[in-house]
């Protein structure tokens, strides 16, 4: 079963417009992890932002909010004023078991976003 | 420069090969984790160690084996290569281990089994 889910495979926004790009996650453990990431064209994979499943506020970063909605499993990125550069694959990854002391991590599928001038 | 290295960045081999990929986590982290990206399979998790111990194995095949020296760093060996074996092999690292423990990859090693 799939237990990240972004659906949006691809996305446009105007430059200095604000984009949401979704995800949903599946999960019974308690404790969990929620993380993005954005991979540019060159390859490398950037940490964008963390929210984990007891933080009782939404997690910011500079432009990066995560819009965490614990009883629907959904934890949408949404990046303000867009810039040219934010042009990426956009990853949501899900680490849950911790408290067993193993753990699994699992990606989604990405969205990919392009920013146009 | 992430603080994460990896080397080779670029390696061809043929099938029914064996290789090594390298990983110096950055200063001071004690987690290396190990991540392949392929267009079949999207990324998925590997392995995790922790100060020289196995913490957590993810969809790592048998044919593949990871360890972490005293030094910290980190290989992964990648046995009786497959075509599909061909992918990115990120390696990140964080300083400790816990829910919000990963944060910094290296910039990959492209392996590519002919």
């Known amino acids: 079963a799939q237990k990240i889910t972004q659906t949006q495979p691809g996305m446009f926004v105007q430059e200095k417009e604000a984009v949401t790009l979704d995800c949903t996650y599946d999960?019974?453990?308690?404790?969990?992890?929620l993380f993005w990431y954005k991979q540019p064209s060159s390859g490398e994979m950037i940490f964008l932002i963390y929210?984990?499943?007891?933080?009782?506020q939404n997690a910011t970063e500079g432009r990066y909010s995560l819009n965490f909605q614990k009883a629907r499993k959904s934890a949408n990125l949404v990046i303000s004023a867009s810039q040219l550069g934010d042009s990426a694959m956009y990853f949501c990854?899900?680490?849950?078991?911790?408290?067993?002391?193993?753990?699994?991590?699992?990606f989604g599928t990405g969205t990919r976003l392009k920013v146009l001038a | 420069d992430s603080g994460v290295t990896q080397t080779p960045k670029h390696l061809i081999t043929a099938t029914g090969q064996r290789v090594t990929l390298r990983c110096s986590p950055r200063?001071?982290?004690?987690?290396v984790y190990w991540y392949q990206q392929s267009l079949d399979q999207g990324l998925q998790f590997l392995i995790h160690?922790?100060?020289?111990?196995?913490?957590a194995k993810g969809n790592i095949l048998e044919r593949f084996s990871a360890q972490q020296f005293p030094d910290l760093h980190s290989e992964l060996n990648l046995s009786s290569l497959e075509l599909g074996d061909s992918a990115l092999y990120f390696c990140?690292?964080?300083?400790?281990?816990?829910?919000?423990?990963?944060?910094?990859f290296g910039p990959g090693t492209r392996l590519t089994v002919l």
């Open positions: 990854a899900m680490r849950e078991g911790s408290t067993s002391g193993t753990y699994k991590y699992i």
């Open positions: 929210q984990g499943s007891y933080d009782q």
């Open positions: 160690y922790y100060n020289g111990e196995e913490r």
């Open positions: 999960t019974s453990d308690p404790s969990y992890g």
């Open positions: 990140a690292s964080s300083a400790a281990w816990g829910l919000a423990d990963l944060k910094l």
């Open positions: 200063s001071g982290d004690l987690s």
